[in-house]
């Protein structure tokens, strides 16, 4: 019987198969045969190791060459236009706002925002400048150094891009290649120039990779000094990163994912100890967790130190947090509110308005007189706390009545007279709702005006038998329909002035913080002034409520259908390079910034990633099929240093194709980080199989010429374009690369 092979595939002698167990085997005659299998545990060298041994000048040297062009190509020419870029007239004012300690509202956290006021600082500012899209600098606001401190965080992207393409154990060659390509792209340069946060956003996205590729290569040296050292670093990055954008979640999920791998391979450890895996938890809920919570809430914390004056984001918090800002008059109010009070009533949902009202009336329903939220203070939130009609006349001569918990009240509108009123009748938007209006007089009305309070809580008191200025959360239910005042994140149409529509919902949901209301101002001649110290906010809750109203505004950021945006991109866009964004008018006497991508970095990263997929499953069908291509450490070097910076720029730009929030080209430029490492990557992997090292070296140096020669012949864009922009038409690659056209 001839013999059988272990696959019946003819084999070449030079590829390797997978082990199988040696197995002889007998035929009929008595004749055996040995299945040998070669031995996969001499790995394969690659052709050149990653990082030569020993001292190394180049190692040295070359961060430091790297620093001085990143530098040079981020601060050259910097203060050329002394006009207010794009986004700089957001964040330049948000900067005043630190300077002048005048609290403010944004959907971004703080500390991007206090290193712009910081820069103010240093450069002498003292955050008078409205900073106004388009106008010029006054003498007195020294821009030039405002836009430097900002650059140095763009600069400093290249050394940390070149130390973790090191600790990623690319070859030398192929972290010179990710090294350039951080250092030459054009937007890259371009947003690094003005006073924004995507530098430093872009930072701490750096940082956060290198010390995750530095932590990793530290696995074999748990628990040491420089492990737990990097551990920190790690989550002080990822704590960083996300305070000054949320974007950084997505890297922080990067570290997330590699943590839970990492800690999944321990547990089928049998040989480690229970108490050095727990310790292995401890270390990483304290390194990844705790860190960088600590220090996303100390941001916060400075924020409200700093912002200690009434300022224009007042109306997005709480009452209570407002009565502890300098320069506000709540707290010139008397505690404890009583009959014949005029007060504001605010809404304690998250970015919740004041109770208003005007003489506009419905267009479609009751006909009556609308009744909406307001974000803004004027006379029209005021109103009185009066009796029912059936507890009698309100006596002004009369000592004061308190009312509280269970106690029945009607709302009187100060400015038309009109009570509050709900009745059935479809609310305008919300149609499962009811309508509510303000109705009738002193006089003229019926028992749809009387309203019940329920007290939620009060932060000073368990005594719910009165209402207190700022620290009594209540509810309004209406003594006949039994239905509860809310004010949602509705908005009405043009006709109620895109105020929050305000109903009167049916359902009794207790913790529906939107049907949830203080008195915010209160103003009783008969009554004491409430001591200053009765009003303290406690930060947990002001952490809490400002976050929630950052979310809601951040998805709110939709596009208007009534407006076209010509500087909004989409998603599909981004990769393939379609379009760029104009950051400034474009006339001729002013010089201009494109915010365009260098082609090369972008095309290359984006058919990395396709071909890196590719190379993946070839690999993946060849391992299936028995052949080992690959040696132990390029599977490592496969999983850690392509396969999550791939994840990275998944985690960085899917989110966005499922967004409804307007969105520009500057999103993708984190994601393309990770696709500038993935390309990184797929160049090493392939290259180092190259044995002429003059084929290896020519084709490393055709990539540095091209990459570094369409940054110099794109250069313009990013250092700023002069004069006519009609000499700049060369650089139209595409009709969408809006360089020249008007």
Not at 178 to 188: F, G, H, I, P, Q
Not at 419 to 429: E, F, K, Q
Not at 504 to 523: A, G, Y
Request: hydrophobic fraction near 40%; proline fraction near 4%; include cysteine.
């Amino acid at each position: 019987m001839g013999s059988a092979r272990a696959t019946g595939a003819e084999l070449d002698a030079n590829l390797t198969r997978r082990n199988v167990p040696v197995v002889e085997l007998s035929n009929t005659d008595g004749a055996t045969q040995t299945l040998v299998e070669v031995d996969d545990k001499k790995e394969k060298q690659p052709i050149r190791s990653p990082q030569d041994s020993g001292f190394d000048i180049e190692a040295l040297l070359a961060p430091i060459l790297f620093t001085f062009f990143a530098f040079f190509t981020r601060v050259y020419k910097i203060g050329q236009s002394d006009v207010v870029t794009w986004d700089e007239a957001h964040f330049g004012k948000f900067g005043s706002y630190y300077l002048k300690r005048e609290f403010y509202f944004d959907v971004h956290p703080p500390l991007g925002k206090m290193l712009v006021g910081l820069s103010g600082l240093l450069a002498g500012y003292n955050g008078s400048f409205e900073f106004k899209s388009g106008e010029h600098y006054p003498p007195e606001v020294n821009y030039t150094f405002m836009r430097i401190f900002n650059a140095a965080f763009g600069a400093l992207c290249v050394p940390v891009a070149y130390y973790t393409a090191k600790e990623l154990r690319f070859s030398k060659a192929a972290t010179w290649l990710v090294t350039l390509m951080v250092l030459c792209e054009n937007s890259y340069a371009t947003i690094s120039r003005f006073i924004l946060l995507d530098s430093m956003l872009l930072f701490f996205t750096f940082t956060t990779m290198l010390c995750y590729a530095r932590f990793h290569n530290l696995q074999k040296q748990s628990f040491s000094v420089e492990w737990f050292s990097w551990l920190i670093l790690t989550g002080v990055s990822i704590g960083c990163v996300c305070s000054v954008k949320w974007v950084g979640l997505f890297v922080t999920c990067v570290v997330g994912a590699y943590t839970v791998e990492d800690l999944w391979n321990k547990f089928g450890d049998y040989k480690m100890p229970k108490a050095k895996y727990a310790a292995h938890w401890a270390a990483r809920i304290f390194g990844f967790i705790a860190v960088p919570m600590a220090i996303y809430m100390a941001s916060f914390y400075a924020h409200f130190v700093i912002l200690n004056r009434s300022g224009p984001g007042d109306a997005q918090m709480s009452s209570l947090f407002q009565a502890n800002l300098r320069g506000t008059d709540l707290t010139e109010s008397p505690l404890e509110i009583a009959l014949g009070s005029k007060v504001t009533i605010k809404n304690m949902g998250y970015g919740g308005g004041l109770l208003h009202s005007h003489v506009q009336t419905y267009p479609e329903g009751s006909g009556q007189q609308q009744v909406t939220c307001y974000h803004h203070k004027d006379s029209n939130n005021d109103w009185f706390f009066h009796p029912t009609r059936a507890q009698g006349p309100y006596d002004p001569e009369a000592d004061p009545k308190f009312f509280g918990n269970g106690d029945t009240v009607r709302l009187i509108h100060v400015q038309t007279g009109r009570n509050l009123h709900t009745h059935s009748v479809a609310a305008p938007v919300s149609k499962k709702h009811n309508e509510v209006s303000c109705y009738g007089n002193s006089t003229v009305g019926d028992d749809k005006d009387n309203w019940i309070v329920e007290v939620v809580n009060d932060s000073v008191s368990r005594d719910y038998s009165k209402l207190r200025t700022l620290t009594t959360a209540f509810r309004l239910r209406n003594s006949v329909l039994g239905c509860y005042l809310r004010a949602g994140n509705v908005n009405l149409p043009q006709w109620g002035f895109k105020q929050i529509e305000v109903t009167c919902i049916k359902e009794n949901k207790p913790r529906d913080v939107f049907t949830h209301w203080n008195v915010e101002s209160h103003v009783n001649p008969k009554l004491p002034m409430a001591d200053r110290k009765a009003f303290r906010s406690p930060f947990l809750r002001d952490f809490l409520h400002l976050n929630v109203a950052m979310m809601t505004s951040n998805n709110a950021l939709v596009p208007d259908p009534d407006k076209q945006d010509d500087l909004a991109s989409q998603w599909w866009q981004w990769p393939i390079l379609h379009v760029g964004l104009r950051m400034c008018s474009w006339d001729d006497s002013i010089v201009k910034y494109f915010l365009l991508g260098n082609p090369i970095v972008y095309w290359g990263s984006t058919a990395a990633l396709g071909l890196f997929l590719l190379t993946v499953a070839y690999y993946l069908i060849r391992w299936q099929r028995g052949f080992n291509d690959l040696s132990d450490q390029e599977i490592d070097e496969f999983h850690h240093s392509g396969l999550y910076p791939f994840l990275g720029w998944v985690l960085h730009y899917l989110p966005f194709v499922a967004m409804a929030r307007v969105t520009y080209v500057h999103h993708y430029y984190p994601a393309l980080y990770f696709a500038i490492l993935v390309a990184g990557f797929l160049t090493n992997h392939v290259t180092r199989r190259i044995r002429s090292e003059a084929v290896y070296y020519g084709v490393y140096a055709v990539l540095y010429a091209a990459i570094i020669g369409l940054f110099v012949l794109f250069a313009p864009i990013s250092f700023g374009m002069t004069g006519q922009h009609t000499q700049y038409k060369y650089l139209m690659w595409r009709d969408n690369w809006k360089i020249s056209n008007k």
